[in-house]
């Protein structure tokens, strides 16, 4: 699925919505979220789960065979950084399994 299919979605839902106006709708929507996830807002919705921001700390290869490069030896250190998360919803893993 993409995103002109959740426009096609919105656009069957609401039959007075034209296809343009579904695809803002739902270009509005994945705006707000990111908008949201780089302010450090969760997203939660319910039965189907939470997206949310999550620090990644600092790491520093030990040099082979732990990290670093193989032919140098030389050790590196990568920087931390912020990367999105997704939990599911108990309600969506359960609809998986039937």
């Known amino acids: 699925m993409n995103k002109a299919d959740l426009a096609q979605a919105v656009r069957s839902f609401h039959g007075g919505v034209t296809g343009n106006e579904a695809l803002r709708i739902v270009d509005t929507i994945f705006r707000s ?3 949201g996830l780089a302010t450090g807002q969760a997203l939660r919705i319910r039965r189907f789960g939470s997206l949310e921001v999550r620090s990644r700390r600092p790491r520093r290869g030990a040099g082979p065979p732990r990290g670093g490069d193989p032919r140098s030896g030389r050790v590196f250190v ?7 998360f997704f939990r599911p919803a108990r ?6 399994q039937n």
Do not use: F, K
């Open 91 to 96: 309600g969506l893993l359960e609809s998986l």
């Open 78 to 84: 990568s920087a931390a950084y912020r990367t999105p």
């Open 33 to 35: 979220v990111a908008d």
